[in-house]
């Protein structure tokens, strides 16, 4: 067999072998066989072979191939030839699979963006013409998907815009449902282009489609046709206005879901003095929305579509309709709430945030769930910049005592997370007489996360507080080793204060740090005494790199001495943590020798 013949001929015996993994592995490879096979061949050979392989019935195969080929233009000798490649992707396209029609729509719209606009004109147009009449639907939903990629090409041309036209209203709603998917897609392909009446006319078929799942695809269509019309220098008209609102107040629960769930785009699309103030009164409505799922939706978006309006109308529209929702039934809606109210303190300022704001927010802090509760004060750095901490101190003291008790230890987390910034906005006295017991409470919690992210924060506290605040006010509580106290104490605290060896300064891990952890080196766990010796190998660098005066003597004198005489431990696992521990130490030794010599 001639070396040219070779690479096809390996393919082909691959993708006809029983194991789907071997043909998917083969499939993967067509572009490094293109590449030996050279341009000519590839085209002349190669591609009418994968032609017959389109024909394959296994779907992770058919993927491969589709998305493949998308890297194959320069294979086959540039944008010129790039046609070749189209039939073996338009065979992928009316694909039952989607998976597998959609990595064929990804790769034609890749080749269509190599092209030319005369090249795309000559191959891509009657592609479009066939698929989209095709008598399978599989075939006109990745018509659908093409349309954009061509349109940025060739720009405004009413017979692909009737064809599309023809999608949006097919009798197939899955075909429909493909149209509506796209059509924001082909409108942003018009650019500044003037948009035409048939867009309008696809839009309004849209909206009052029979199919809820289609009339809820139309949300994004209005976001994007209101921002291009705005693009192009021109306002939404009342027809426009009037569409959204329709879709605001659907009569279906998901379409009504869909449009609250886009109001910040559907707001600043329209936003303009006469028909933003429309949306206002469904915003209000659709807070009263008897599906939890709206209500939530709306709830996610207050800020978003509040800081478009006056103050004023925030203040007498928005806040009102909201506050029925502190109180919501459901968690999801006065959770989704929690995350937004905050911001609304920015908008109205001060002495309105103290007087309509507050008593919201000091009535979610009592919320019964504690996402709710945790809600609000991840958000509390807004409040605080606005009226201050003063005013919530008096309720955000029990709020997070209670979470700090949650039973889902994810929101104790969250909590011990956002400690370090609440210590910021409570400042140290409040927080020593207030927290700390919470802070040292959590060190012992029965959940490793827990506990070892209680140990992190006091690492972050000290960052806020100070290395003082550290060695006074928490080191003393954790520096008492009672050998008597069950092992998870012990480990515990052994942990927390090694977490900390890098973070004390040098006098205090010489007292009362390093006596603290030597009392522990003959504990009778093995865990304990390795852990021990890590710890020990952390303050001799700790010293050393605060440059501590008598560091070696420390070393030479308390440590070496202790790890020494476990350097024939009876567990191996302390043997070799010792043996590392004194080797990196001496290494330290001879180091600061030679620095000093």
Aim: net charge negative; glycine share 4%.
């Amino acid at each position: 067999m001639s070396e040219e013949v070779y690479p096809l001929a390996v393919l082909i015996d691959e993708l006809r072998d029983d194991d789907v993994t071997v043909r998917v592995n083969a499939m993967g490879r067509i572009s490094t066989i293109a590449l030996a096979m050279g341009e000519a061949r590839t085209r002349n050979e190669l591609i009418p072979f994968l032609e017959e392989a389109a024909q394959e019935d296994e779907d992770e195969l058919l993927v491969v191939l589709a998305d493949e080929l998308a890297k194959f233009v320069p294979l086959v000798g540039g944008p010129e030839h790039a046609h070749a490649l189209i039939d073996v992707l338009s065979s992928l396209a009316g694909c039952e699979e989607p998976t597998v029609r959609q990595a064929a729509v990804a790769s034609l719209n890749d080749i269509a963006r190599e092209m030319s606009a005369d090249q795309v004109n000559e191959h891509y147009v009657p592609l479009l013409r066939r698929i989209s009449t095709a008598d399978w639907f599989s075939s006109r939903m990745s018509a659908a998907g093409i349309y954009a990629s061509v349109v940025a090409k060739l720009g405004p041309n009413d017979d692909l815009l009737g064809l599309y036209k023809d999608l949006v209203t097919d009798d197939a709603p899955m075909v429909r449902r493909a149209a509506a998917t796209a059509l924001p897609n082909v409108i942003e392909a018009l650019g500044k282009v003037q948009l035409t009446g048939t867009i309008q006319e696809m839009f309004e078929s849209l909206v009052y489609d029979d199919q809820d799942s289609v009339r809820l695809l139309s949300v994004d269509v209005v976001v994007a046709l209101s921002e291009a019309l705005r693009e192009n220098g021109k306002p939404s008209s009342d027809e426009l206005v009037a569409q959204t609102l329709a879709l605001l107040s659907d009569k279906s629960w998901r379409v009504r879901y869909m449009a609250a769930d886009r109001l910040e785009q559907l707001a600043k699309a329209l936003n303009s003095d006469e028909k933003l103030p429309r949306l206002v009164g469904q915003f209000v409505t659709l807070c009263k929305d008897g599906e939890s799922e709206v209500r939530s939706a709306v709830a996610k978006h207050v800020v978003g579509f509040a800081q478009n309006l006056d103050p004023a109308v925030v203040l007498d529209e928005i806040v009102p309709a909201i506050e029925p929702l502190v109180t919501d039934p459901s968690e999801h809606v006065r959770e989704s709430l929690a995350g937004q109210i905050s911001y609304l303190s920015v908008l109205l300022g001060n002495e309105k945030t103290i007087k309509h704001l507050l008593p919201l927010f000091l009535q979610m802090l009592k919320d019964e769930h504690s996402e709710v509760r945790l809600q609000i004060i991840s958000n509390l750095q807004v409040i605080n910049e606005v009226i201050g901490i003063d005013l919530l101190s008096q309720s955000l003291l029990p709020a997070i005592t209670e979470l700090a008790k949650d039973k889902q230890w994810r929101v104790l987390l969250a909590i011990i997370n956002y400690s370090p910034l609440l210590a910021e906005q409570l400042g140290v006295e409040f927080f020593n007489k207030e927290l700390v017991p919470l802070v040292m409470q959590w060190l012992w919690d029965p959940v490793w996360a827990i506990r070892d992210a209680a140990a992190q924060n006091l690492v972050k506290l000290t960052d806020v507080f100070g290395v003082e605040w550290l060695e006074t006010i928490i080191l003393p509580k954790l520096v008492v080793h009672d050998p008597t106290a069950n092992y998870l104490y012990r480990f515990t605290s052994l942990m927390v204060v090694k977490t900390l060896v890098p973070t004390v300064s040098s006098s205090a891990l010489q007292d009362p740090v390093l006596p603290f952890l030597l009392s522990f080196s003959e504990d009778s766990v093995p865990n304990i005494r390795f852990n021990v010796a890590k710890a020990l190998l952390q303050v001799a660098q700790a010293l050393v790199a605060k440059n501590t005066p008598n560091a070696q003597s420390v070393i030479s004198e308390s440590i070496l001495p202790v790890l020494e005489k476990h350097a024939e431990d009876v567990d191996v696992d302390v043997r070799f943590y010792v043996a590392e521990a004194l080797t990196q130490i001496n290494e330290l030794v001879a180091g600061g020798q030679e620095m000093q010599a």
